[in-house]
């Protein structure tokens, strides 16, 4: 069984693309030492990341980043085991997302897409989390 973990934060100044790319330098660096995989979205000044890997590492990783100074606010959503690593190829995936790309998505013409994506809880948090931007 992995552990897995699913936070979000608010960035506590905003962050330029060098800041974002040693960020990610240094998350990648030591997920890999510690076995853990997981993915990072930035959307406009808000963080939401799973980490999946031994309990005891994604827990002690997590306790580090709701100590960064980056950060106002975070948030712990959700955590459990799974029976396998979703994002197993990567140390830590990384993309940035605009509050105007999830609402052109939402609008996608094929019927069952933006149905999904409108129902996604991830996009729903992504929205509620920057309704006021």
């Known amino acids: 069984m992995i552990f897995y973990l699913l936070y979000y934060g608010v960035e506590s100044y905003p962050l330029s693309a060098t800041d974002l790319e ?3 330098i240094q ?3 030591k997920n890999l030492s510690l076995d853990i ?3 990072l979205l930035y ?7 799973l980490l999946e890997g031994p309990e005891d590492h994604v827990r002690s990783v997590f306790r580090s980043i709701e100590k960064d100074q980056r950060l106002l606010a975070c948030k712990l959503i959700a955590n459990d085991y799974i029976q396998q690593r979703y994002f197993s190829g990567w ?10 790309t999830i609402k052109e998505m939402e609008t996608y013409p094929i019927a069952e ?7 996604s809880p991830a ?10 931007k």
């Open 113 to 119: 897409v933006s149905s999904y994506l409108k129902q």
């Open 22 to 24: 040693e960020l990610l």
């Open 43 to 49: 959307c406009e000044g808000t963080f939401i990341q």
């Open 37 to 39: 995989t997981g993915s």
């Open 27 to 29: 998350a990648r660096e």
């Open 91 to 100: 140390s830590m995936h990384y993309e940035e997302v605009a509050a105007k």
């Open 123 to 132: 996009v729903k948090l992504l929205k509620l989390l920057n309704r006021n």
